[in-house]
């Protein structure tokens, strides 16, 4: 069953619920080229002509057909859209499922740097989350580092976290009253559930969110614990997370 | 064994053919009612950055696979699956976004792109190892796993006598199994569960702590563990306590690397289908000088009272893992470090014996693979196990490997999903040109026989209940003599049941799909070899010129 036409309008910012944006040409009403999608009145085989958000891995999909699972139980007429939709199968093609879609109403370029702009906030607005979450911010140096104890064997798992210690000499802080030296825990193991955690090196220079876990090892309750809470010290990073922590917290 | 047959995919699928991530530690199922349908895991993410952690999928009977997103908490840190009845998938995972949060899941059936439900949840633990039977039309499932949830690290549990149709919890309950806990036991704890009521366990126990040496311990259960006792019914005659000691203070690699590889936790344990008196048993000690880890094979043919001495050893050797299939045939999947030149390299072992290694068994080398630090960013580098199943009478098997398109490394062909250039040896992306990085991947190994000159099946001496094929030729589909017969007589207990009467039948049927199914794979493989041939036929003539 075709879509009634839809009138034209602005494409929406839906970034915070699509993770694979593009647009696209419909080749095939009620088709699929998955084995796991049976075709239906509600999927359709598309041509992905750019990509205008997605994971790192997807960028390569340009070109490629995908199988488009459509919200409801219709499909668009064919021809140039853009979709917002998530990936649900990988197979001999891809699969995704439209959060929306809507015809192509604004020049090419345009739409691809307006979802590019739309992409940045929504990375900034994860950013502001993060800072959010932590419980100090600091600019400053790695002074040393130190395995926090000897492990105890009877309650170390393969996922053991290591923990170690960095001192980090402040240049400034950005949320919290940290002055001085500050020492805080990181996890040094390689094991799958901590490698993408930073490890700070000694002489690194960085932004480092920290967090509190309830747990108090090394005399610290400050820790790294998320892929992104060592980040480069560039002033606009810096400037920006500035920005963004509560003006209360500020020193 | 001059009829056996081997088929090895990769697993990573044609639209992933961009991906560099290391897929390591892997696992597999295969649906008992349909054999079509297979489940395998690897520490694979969702490339698009989702919210859920993907299985692969085949219903092909692992020729081609999908990744399909359904596990909650995102990529885990370990998963285990298995599949019950009425296509019941049960998984064993701790949730990549909760440290050491282990979560039971069931998705009954299984449907693609349908997240699983979460039956348990526990917190401190590590390594959740899903072993699943059927029985009285019940799944019983349970989940090995170490819990540190109340002081040191024990083998621990978690079962339920029928997890497919009880709401969460479905019937799951935990019981610790280590009567001489002093220090910790390793995360490595293997249920074998047998449709008559026995589940044997492995597990580790640790005697001293620096350096580690731990007993071989092997516990048994005859009632699915639903007992006021569970995992209790073998005594060791020496001490008095449960659980079989198979080996005595070993010492234990613990953390000990070779070949990028960190070793510590290797166990596998199988009982055989149609006698649950009989079990194999595998671990790995670091007992042999010269040898990091040294895998050990050992078996008892009386529930676990007494045990064999080493039928096999392999040094240098890690991600053991046995099963049986119902004629008796026992399988064993290990990889081993080898050093070839100045290289290491992981070679990828099934041994094959009818006779428990009385005679050398048949050795086949999925793959020889080198060991390559540009692939290696996080532990494990190719996984803390692999897996072999029994199904019928073939193996299944799932190990990861470095994924080099270099034909030279898999002995019995390999076939790729993703896009790669073998006479180049070069990864290529979805476009089929831009050249990708290598790393490590999962595959998928089917090894088969045909040509068998007879198969029969009896369920009772009274001669019915058989299916027996003769003269099954693959060259051109001829059968010369299809008898089946089926009675409802096969024990005292399913003597009157329609039930298993209706189940025999269908099991003959299937059978005969299976081996007809092979017919199919045997062509699709004589295909791909014909293609490879074609292939380096004119690569060679290219070069010619």
Not at chain 1, 159 to 180: F, S
Not at chain 2, 213 to 218: E, K, L, M, N
Not at chain 2, 375 to 387: E, R, S, V
Not at chain 2, 426 to 452: C, K, M, R
Request: charged content about 20%.
């Amino acid at each position: 069953m075709a879509r009634p036409r839809e009138p034209r309008a602005a494409t929406p910012n839906l970034i915070g619920e699509a993770r694979f944006v593009f647009t696209g040409i419909v080749q095939q009403q009620g088709h699929s080229s998955l084995f796991f999608v049976p075709p239906s009145g509600a999927t359709a085989v598309v041509r992905v002509e750019r990509i205008h958000h997605s994971a790192p891995a997807l960028r390569s999909q340009e070109g490629q057909q995908v199988t488009v699972v459509f919200a409801q139980d219709s499909n668009p007429a064919e021809g140039r859209r853009v979709f917002f939709t998530n990936p649900i199968l990988y197979g001999e093609t891809m699969a995704v499922k439209e959060v929306r879609s809507s015809e192509l109403a604004e020049d090419a370029a345009e739409l691809h740097e307006r979802i590019a702009l739309m992409s940045l906030e929504a990375e900034a607005a994860q950013l502001r989350e993060h800072i959010a979450s932590a419980d100090a911010v600091v600019v400053g140096e790695v002074v040393s580092t130190r395995r926090a104890h000897e492990p105890d064997i009877a309650r170390m798992s393969e996922h053991d976290p290591d923990w170690h210690l960095a001192t980090i000499r402040i240049a400034r802080a950005l949320k919290g009253e940290h002055k001085g030296e500050l020492t805080v825990r990181f996890p040094n193991s390689r094991d799958v559930a901590w490698y993408r955690v930073p490890k700070p090196q000694e002489g690194q220079e960085g932004v480092f969110l920290l967090h509190r876990d309830g747990l108090e090892i090394g005399g610290t309750h400050l820790a790294i614990l998320h892929p992104t809470d060592l980040l480069p010290v560039e002033e606009e990073r810096v400037r920006h997370i500035s920005e963004h922590v509560e003006p209360r917290n500020r020193r | 064994m001059s009829n056996r047959r081997v088929h090895v995919v990769n697993m990573i699928p044609k639209s992933m053919s961009g991906e560099t991530n290391q897929d390591s530690e892997p696992q597999l199922t295969i649906n008992p009612e349909n054999h079509r349908m297979m489940v395998g895991t690897a520490f694979t993410p969702d490339p698009g950055g989702g919210p859920l952690g993907p299985v692969f999928a085949s219903f092909d009977g692992g020729n081609t696979w999908t990744l399909d997103l359904i596990v909650p908490g995102g990529e885990p840190n370990d998963q285990s699956v298995r599949f019950g009845s009425g296509s019941a998938l049960y998984a064993g995972v701790l949730r990549g976004d909760h440290f050491l949060r282990m979560n039971v899941l069931r998705s009954a059936p299984y449907s693609g792109s349908t997240a699983m439900q979460t039956v348990v949840q526990r917190d401190t633990i590590d390594q959740p190892y899903v072993a699943a039977t059927h029985s009285h039309g019940r799944d019983r499932v349970f989940v090995g796993n170490n819990d540190a949830s109340s002081g040191p690290y024990r083998g621990s549990v978690e079962h339920s006598a029928d997890a497919r149709n009880a709401p969460p919890p479905a019937g799951f309950s935990q019981n610790v199994i280590d009567p001489r806990l002093t220090i910790r036991d390793s995360p490595s704890i293997r249920p074998a569960p047998h449709h008559d009521g026995t589940v044997y366990v492995a597990y580790f126990s640790w005697r001293t702590g620096g350096p580690v040496h731990a007993d071989i311990v092997v516990a048994r259960d005859d009632h699915f563990g639903t007992g006021a006792a569970p995992f209790t019914d073998l005594i060791d005659p020496n001490d008095g306590l449960s659980g079989f000691r198979v080996a005595l203070s070993v010492p234990i690699p613990w953390f000990f690397y070779v070949a990028n590889e960190r070793l510590g936790s290797c166990l596998s344990i199988a009982v055989h289908p149609e006698n649950s008196d009989i079990v194999y048993l595998a671990w790995g000690d670091g007992s042999y000088p010269g040898s990091q880890q040294t895998l050990h094979v050992r078996r008892s043919l009386d529930r676990g009272v007494t045990w064999s001495g080493d039928l096999f050893t392999a040094p240098n050797a890690t991600n053991a893992s046995l099963a049986i299939t119902r004629n008796g045939k026992v399988g064993f999947l290990y990889q081993q470090a080898v050093t070839s030149g100045a290289a290491q390299r992981w070679e990828t072992h099934v041994q094959i014996t009818r006779n428990g290694w009385a005679t050398p068994a048949e050795d086949i080398v999925l793959a020889n693979t080198p060991v390559d630090n540009a692939t290696y960013t996080y532990d494990p580098y190719i996984g803390d196990y692999a897996d072999l199943q029994a199904v019928g009478n073939e193996f299944h098997g799932i190990f990861c490997a470095h994924n080099v398109p270099n034909m030279g490394n898999f002995p019995h062909g390999v076939h790729y999903q993703r896009n790669a250039d073998f006479a180049a040896n070069q990864l290529l992306d979805v476009n089929g040109i831009t050249p990708v990085a290598n790393s490590i991947d999962p595959f998928y190994a089917h090894i088969w026989w045909h040509e068998e000159e007879e198969e029969e099946e009896e369920c009772c001496p009274e001669g019915v209940g058989r299916l027996i094929v003769r003269g099954l030729r693959y060259e051109r589909l001829e059968i010369d003599e299809l008898e089946l017969e089926s009675c409802c007589c096969c024990d005292e207990e399913h003597r009157h049941d329609e039930h298993s009467h209706r189940f025999r039948r269908g099991h003959m049927v299937r059978r005969l799909g299976e081996r007809l199914e092979h017919l199919g794979k045997h062509l699709l493989h004589e295909a791909h070899e014909h293609e490879h041939h074609e292939n380096e036929h004119e690569h060679h003539k290219h070069h010619k010129h």
